[in-house]
């Protein structure tokens, strides 16, 4: 079974651009959370999404946004990127929103110039 | 955002010694997961603990869930080179929107041989 799967894996953006990163869960499974990772903030939790529904939204300002698909696909967004939003992105698949293990993928690696 | 507080933050052991941190927290956690990430990759999950009190393995991995909840411990046996990493806890607490996953600030852990 193919595991989590992130696209791109490196980016690098100039402030004030937008960015969309993607992620593909396990197959069969319908709820997609994602997390910003930072050498100062460590893993912070940014949104949640289970069958197109987003049920849970962590403490990060209205430039991150997100949806998820029909086939449970997901993508994150971010617009006039600032320096401090250079991070690792990270996605993590379930099942379920309440299932107790989550797998995540390699992450996308973001830099803002 | 909230972190777990994890301990120790970095290690230095040789190879063939036990190792030994841990998790704790001043809420509940329902679940408590244990991750180990390499440089530039997405953390991969090593063991999951779903009651109070549990004790789980995984080859030379041993974790266990607090009778309080509210921490954990991951204990590595007879360390090898490729257990070089940093090593996260997550608590969740399985509970409608608060299902997301609380990190631990890492512990670093280097093998020398």
């Known amino acids: 079974k193919a595991g989590v799967t992130q696209t791109p894996r490196y980016l690098i953006k100039t402030r004030g651009q937008q960015v969309t990163l993607s992620c593909s869960p396990i197959s069969g499974h319908r709820s997609v959370s994602w997390y910003q990772q930072t050498p100062g903030q460590g893993l912070q939790f940014l949104f949640e999404y289970f069958s197109e529904t987003q049920r849970n939204k962590g403490n990060f300002p209205g430039r991150f946004s997100g949806r998820q698909f029909s086939n449970s696909r997901s993508e994150m967004n971010v617009s006039t990127l600032e320096l401090g939003d250079s991070a690792l992105y990270l996605c993590?698949?379930?099942?379920?929103?309440?299932?107790?293990?989550?797998?995540f993928g390699q992450g996308t690696r973001l830099t803002v110039v | 955002g909230q972190q777990l507080n994890q301990s120790p933050q970095s290690m230095f052991i040789q190879e063939g010694e036990d190792v030994s941190m841990n998790c704790t927290s001043s809420?509940?956690?329902?679940?408590w997961l244990w991750y180990k990430q390499d440089p530039g990759e997405g953390p991969v999950l090593l063991i999951a603990l779903y009651k109070a009190g549990e004790l789980t393995s995984n080859g030379r991995l041993t974790a266990q869930f607090g009778i309080t909840r509210k921490d954990s411990f991951l204990n590595i046996s007879a360390s090898i080179p490729s257990d070089v990493g940093i090593y996260f806890c997550a608590g969740r607490r399985n509970t409608g929107t608060a299902s997301k996953l609380t990190f631990g600030t890492g512990t670093r852990l280097q093998v020398t041989l």
């Open positions: 809420s509940i956690f329902n679940t």
């Open positions: 993590a698949s379930s099942p379920y929103p309440e299932n107790t293990e989550a797998f």
